[in-house]
T-cell receptor
Framework: AQSVTQPDIHITVSEGASLELRCNYSYGATPYLFWYVQSPGQGLQLLLK??????LVQGIKGFEAEFKRSQSSFNLRKPSVHWSDAAEYFC????????????FGTGTRLKVLA | GAGVSQSPSNKVTEKGKDVELRCDPISGHTALYWYRQRLGQGLEFLIYFQGNSAPDKSGLPSDRFSAERTGESVSTLTIQRTQQEDSAVYLC?????????????FGPGTRLTVT
């Protein structure tokens, strides 16, 4: 079955520290992969996406993610976290066969310490 | 330009009442999605509209849930005989046609509380 796993429910980092949020997926074909961020009281904002080509993708707000087919992973990274990055982050797979839709992970809530 | 809008932003209703939630997608976006987000959980797909094709209703949790869309315009999600477990944030998203059809743009959501 198609699924997305975000193993870390909560992560706490200090401001200025590096960040990596994990995402693993299960999907039979080549997936389309996305990371979204949801700030308190806000809708979801697209951070970055992977469709094909270069496996390291750059997004907004200084985020990047790397697609690793062998590990079925699409981890999100940022070299230096800012206090404003505190939010919930969702990884999603876009199905590429049949009716198109997203499958979301359960999210990782990021807390940033000053 | 204007993003996806949803109304109301908050809705409190009594158990057993019907509610209607509205979504205005971005103009020109052919695809529209509804999701449910329960407290502390991820997004749960409910229904997907694409142009004039038959909607994908595979995510609707029960027959109390239904949704309509007028052409490529407004959509309404209706929940009949609301139950407390329906309390959640209901998110709407739309996608443009063509190469960017896989990018979803989300509205701010409607927070539904069933008392």
């Amino acid at each position: 079955a198609q699924s997305v796993t975000q193993p870390d429910i909560h992560i706490t980092v200090s401001e200025g520290a590096s960040l990596e949020l994990r995402c693993n997926y299960s999907y039979g074909a080549t997936p389309y992969l996305f990371w979204y961020v949801q700030s308190p009281g806000q809708g979801l904002q697209l951070l970055l996406k992977y469709f094909s080509g270069d496996t390291l993708v750059q997004g907004i707000k200084g985020f990047e993610a790397e697609f690793k087919r062998s590990q079925s992973s699409f981890n999100l990274r940022k070299p230096s976290v800012h206090w404003s990055d505190a939010a919930e982050y969702f990884c999603a797979v876009g199905t590429t066969s049949g009716t198109y839709k997203y499958i979301f992970g359960t999210g990782t809530r990021l807390k940033v310490l000053a | 330009g204007a993003g996806v809008s949803q109304s109301p932003s908050n809705k409190v209703t009594e158990k057993g009442k019907d509610v209607e939630l509205r979504c205005d997608p971005i103009s020109g976006h052919t695809a529209l999605y509804w999701y449910r987000q329960r407290l502390g959980q991820g997004l749960e797909f409910l229904i997907y509209f694409q142009g004039n094709s038959a909607p994908d209703k595979s995510g609707l949790p029960s027959d109390r849930f239904s949704a309509e869309r007028t052409g490529e315009s407004v959509s309404t999600l209706t929940i009949q005989r609301t139950q407390q477990e329906d309390s959640a944030v209901y998110l709407c998203a739309s996608s443009p046609p063509g190469k960017k059809t896989y990018e979803q743009y989300f509205g701010p959501g409607t927070r539904l509380t069933v008392t």
